[in-house]
């Protein structure tokens, strides 16, 4: 909706916004109204180079002409029946992942902390029946972010941050170890560990890719003691690092992978990869989800992940975000820049974050802030040298006036 048909002023909108929604977000000072490759738009036309892609959703640009166009299409046959009957674009999604993966299995969801609820409660389910009732505990990493439902919230390291403080106590049956840090995971396992739960590169931690020594290990660890790797490929998933799964960097594959953001190229879909044994973990009634498999949604992520695929963005990620981050590196204040493909944080010498972030939307880039000093970018991989030598010009101004 454009602002001159919902019969009210700019003022008027960002009121009704601020008086209505319970507000956990800090907003950026402007309406989007519309959305275009790597831009966004504001209600005056101005446009914002969107280096943060919907938080690693709009892989493939915003808006892209090939997801719009099947979800146009799927709207005039099937929104929504729950799953019941056979549905066209379900089934042809989801021989899409398994073949791309390698995986003979798929489940759907619709959000990533959803996604990580179910990889949860099938590695739970899945040590209950087969090991005893007691077999059920999970490590995870310090620092890592799972997502806000409880299951997903209790997997997250990071008890002294606002995700957890204040919500009373977490879902018993996790414990966390210190990200790459292969002897610390060693020993935690005990005889009731089922799993170890990863991101191959920490997001919301900071951008901390996990070193190819520790993933390995962890593989051949829980090898060696039977325990599931699940796999967190939220934010990294589907091109974003420069393969088309980051576990691909490193040789390994998970027995349970969980994805999201980036396959639905703004429709909320989320879905669980696994193989035939430990799928049968869910049977007849012990999971399920009203929208989860909606048609609308596997239409737009068959088309966003066709989109992905057929344009090697994987390939692109890893070309423009090498560029990204060695233009990045000669930028004043900056103390590193770390990440993998598109997923790229810069840090900076102090706590300035917020400052550079604020400067940024001023001078029109939009990016994200972790902590106080950690800039993140996780563009659409459509983002090309040109976009990055701007946004790259941008951070300096912004730093230099912070
Ligand atoms: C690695 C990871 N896992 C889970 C989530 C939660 O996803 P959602 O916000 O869709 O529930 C996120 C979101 O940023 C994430 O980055």
Known sequence: ?????????????????????IETYERYDFICERAEGVYLYDENGDAYLDFYGGIAVNSAGNRNAK???????????????????????????????CTTLGFEKIFYQNSGAEANEAMIKMARKYGIEKYGPNRYHIITAKASFHGRTFGALSATGQPDTACQRGFGPMLPGFSYAEFNN?????????GDTIAIMLEPVQGEGGVHPAT?????????????????????EIQTGWCRTGEVMAYMHYGVKPDILSMAKAIGGGFPISAICTNSEIAKAFNMGSHGTTYGGNSVCCAAALAQITELLDNNLAAAAKETGDY????????PRVKGVRGKGLLVGLELDGPVGLAVKHNCLDRKLLVTLIGDRLIRMIPPLTVSRADCDRACAILADSIKAA
């Open 67 to 97: 997801v719009v166009s099947a979800v146009k299409e799927q709207l005039d046959d099937v929104i929504h029946t729950f799953n019941y009957p056979y549905l066209i674009p379900q089934a042809l999604l989801a021989e899409k992942i």
């Open 212 to 232: 190819p020594e520790f993933l390995c290990g962890i593989r051949k660890l829980c090898d060696e003691k039977n325990l599931l790797l699940l796999l967190d």
């Open 1 to 21: 909706m454009k602002l001159k048909d919902s019969g009210k002023t700019a003022a008027e909108i960002k009121a009704l916004t601020k008086k209505y929604l």
């Open 324 to 331: 990204l981050m060695e233009k990045l590196r000669a930028l």
């Open 182 to 190: 292969l002897d610390d995971f060693a020993s935690r396992i005990t």
